[in-house]
């Protein structure tokens, strides 16, 4: 946990500091910094042991890495140790989340804008793919880590329920789907959350099913899909929300579940290791707990990862056309790739699983408050990058342009 602190806190100072060099003004960058110390979602979440967090932070990396390169004009990629860098953080953001993989993608974008760096991209690239096999091949093996990927599976058991519900079952595939699950209550599909459907209390659901032959699973979701489209894209659309709507009308998305009273905050997992929670300001966190659930009532502002993935987007944007350079764009490939991804795949409606386009989004959101730069700070800043990159010891006289 207080690794986790630590780590947040020093990558979010790295990136107010970059962004102090995109043009944005001091007075702007407490700005920032106070507004993202304030969020409450910042502050229960990174407190959280859970794979999500060290995932927010290994893809909020990789974001910053590709600000720096980008404000640099490619000349960061140059410097001894940038494609270790980028290599080790891209294979983190893969290792940490089973859908991490698409951020990879981001890096042929690098090389594509910076050609005279394609060699360093690439060796980036080879690094992280490398790390990832070499640890979840021989290192898992080594240390007794197996069993089935039956998580693949979830998203397509979130659509098959959506079928049950809709009663689009074939005939001849409600026997098969009886023996997973019991079909009365429409596999207790609900698009927000796929909990009910694995966990409902007296309808249990056989995992072996479906693990003795993954195949046939996949089979009745394709037939279904095939023959009733309009189900699996309305479950899509419904469960991306998360990605996409800032304001969710109806149920269905929980920041986090709170109860009042008793100084107990439950939020992604169960206490199963019997720790007790024994304050030192009592009244404090009294306090602070009715502040979080009066917040649930401005979810779509303070809770909602819609909003600050806009604003981000739109950040990088404004700086793009103030610098007339549209690589500062590729910033927004490792959230973007990642929130495309999760829009398919989302199970929930839960932020945790769109942190990193939270957290992501409200510190390129000051880039919206960036001044023009004069003619004579960009010359300056010109100057100083030629004169780096031409320095024998370094690049061999090369210029990366």
Not at 22 to 39: F, K, M, T
Not at 294 to 311: C, F, I, T
Not at 352 to 366: D, E, H, I, N, V
């Amino acid at each position: 946990m207080l690794v986790q602190i630590v780590a947040a806190s020093a990558l979010i100072g790295w990136g107010l500091a970059l962004i102090l060099e995109a043009g944005v003004s001091r007075g702007a960058a407490w700005l920032a910094c106070a507004v993202i110390a304030a969020l409450p979602a910042n502050g229960y979440l990174v407190i959280a042991v859970s794979k999500d967090i060290p995932y927010t932070l290994s893809l909020l990396a990789l974001t910053l890495l590709f600000l720096r390169t980008t404000l640099t004009r490619g000349y960061s990629l140059q410097r001894p140790g940038a494609w270790l860098w980028l290599g080790v953080t891209a294979a983190l953001v893969v290792l940490y989340r089973h859908n991490g993989g698409p951020a990879l993608l981001a890096l042929p974008g690098l090389a594509l804008a910076y050609c005279r760096s394609w060699r360093r991209v690439a060796a980036a690239l080879v690094l992280a793919l490398v790390l990832v096999a070499g640890i979840r091949g021989p290192l898992y093996r080594a240390l007794g880590i197996h069993g089935p990927a039956i998580w693949l599976a979830l998203p397509f058991i979130h659509q098959v329920a959506a079928h049950v519900r809709a009663g689009t079952v074939p005939p001849e595939q409600i026997e098969y789907l009886g023996r997973i699950r019991r079909l009365d209550d429409g596999w207790g599909y609900r698009w927000a959350t796929i909990d009910p459907t694995l966990f409902s209390p007296g309808a249990r659901f056989d995992w072996q099913v479906i693990i003795e032959n993954p195949r046939r699973f996949l089979d009745a979701w394709w037939a279904m899909t095939r023959r009733n489209p309009g189900v699996t894209l309305r479950h899509l659309r419904r469960s991306s929300s998360l990605v996409w709507r800032v304001r969710q009308k109806g149920p269905g998305f929980r920041p986090y579940y709170l109860k009042v009273g008793d100084g107990v905050v439950t939020t992604i997992a169960a206490n199963d290791l019997g720790l007790e929670r024994r304050s030192k300001l009592p009244s404090v966190m009294e306090l602070l707990l009715v502040g979080l659930a009066r917040s649930q009532d401005a979810s779509w502002l303070l809770l909602r990862p819609a909003l600050p993935l806009y604003l981000g987007l739109a950040g990088l944007a404004a700086l793009a056309l103030r610098r007339r350079e549209w690589p500062v764009l590729l910033t927004a490939l490792p959230v973007v790739l990642h929130s495309l991804a999760l829009m398919s795949t989302t199970l929930g409606q839960e932020l945790r699983f769109q942190y990193p386009a939270y957290l992501t989004g409200w510190l390129l959101a000051a880039l919206l408050l960036a001044k023009p730069r004069g003619l004579a700070a960009e010359a300056a800043v010109l100057s100083s990058s030629v004169h780096e990159a031409q320095e024998p010891d370094r690049f061999d006289g090369v210029s990366p342009w």
